[in-house]
């Protein structure tokens, strides 16, 4: 079946543009999750949404950065005004995890490359 | 709240060495433990889970066994391919968090 889907793949932008980056989960999975990865960096934690819900958006890091989901499904990620320090890759995953099923692991996209010039 | 600690990286073997690569983890609830892999150009992908103290995860000749006492999911190989060059990610899913955790990646060379 199909996996998780990030849009676009590549996103070159002029610093203070608005960027907004498109995330398809897995049909079913309620959880999903946004994360930031620098060159050479580990994974930083940005949000997670269980349904449409984000009981953690602790990660994000300014209120230049918002994220939604709608319908439990597709979820977009807001970066506005963009700063040359917000280029990285941006992974979205998802996965049928929740309260009652934290033990299932996470589906990642092969997510956006963000350069902003 | 949860964090995971990983072996500092880079790691550099020669084909057919030992590896372990160390993680050891902190968990308000009791975690899942997880161990992905990013090899080169390709998206991060599951390498394998422990839901319990005391099981043992495998997959492709990798293993990891969740150790209660230690707090600690290491990961194993007893002979290590070029093919296994990639950027290695602990990671725990807890109850109490709801998300999932992970570790700063370290990095694997394997030379031939």
């Known amino acids: ?117 | 709240g949860d964090s995971v600690t990983q072996m500092e990286g880079p790691v550099t073997l020669s084909e057919e060495a030992f590896l372990t690569i160390n993680c050891t983890y902190t968990a308000t609830g009791y975690p899942s433990l997880f161990w992905y892999v990013q090899y080169p150009g390709e998206g991060l992908q599951l390498l394998l889970k422990a839901t319990k103290a005391d099981d043992k995860g495998s997959n492709k000749g990798f293993e990891a066994t969740y150790r209660k006492e230690t707090t600690s999911f290491h990961l194993e190989k007893g002979s290590v391919q070029v093919s296994d060059s990639a950027v290695y990610f602990c990671a725990l899913s807890d109850t109490n968090a709801g998300k999932s955790t992970f570790g700063d990646g370290t990095t694997l060379t394997v030379k031939p």
């Open chain 1, 1 to 117: 079946g199909a996996g998780v889907s990030q849009s676009p793949s590549n996103k070159v932008t002029e610093k203070g543009k608005d960027v907004e980056l498109r995330c398809d989960p897995i049909s079913g999975h309620t959880a999903l999750y946004w994360y930031r990865q620098s060159l050479g960096q580990g994974l930083e934690f940005l949000i997670y949404f269980q349904g449409n819900s984000a009981p953690d958006k602790s990660g994000l890091p300014s209120d230049r950065f918002s994220a939604e989901r709608t319908g439990g499904s597709v979820s977009t990620l807001t970066i506005q005004r963009t700063q040359q320090e917000d280029s990285a890759v941006y992974l979205c995953a998802s996965s049928l995890a929740g309260p009652t099923l934290f033990n299932s692991p996470l589906h990642f996209g092969n997510g956006t490359r963000l350069t902003v010039t």
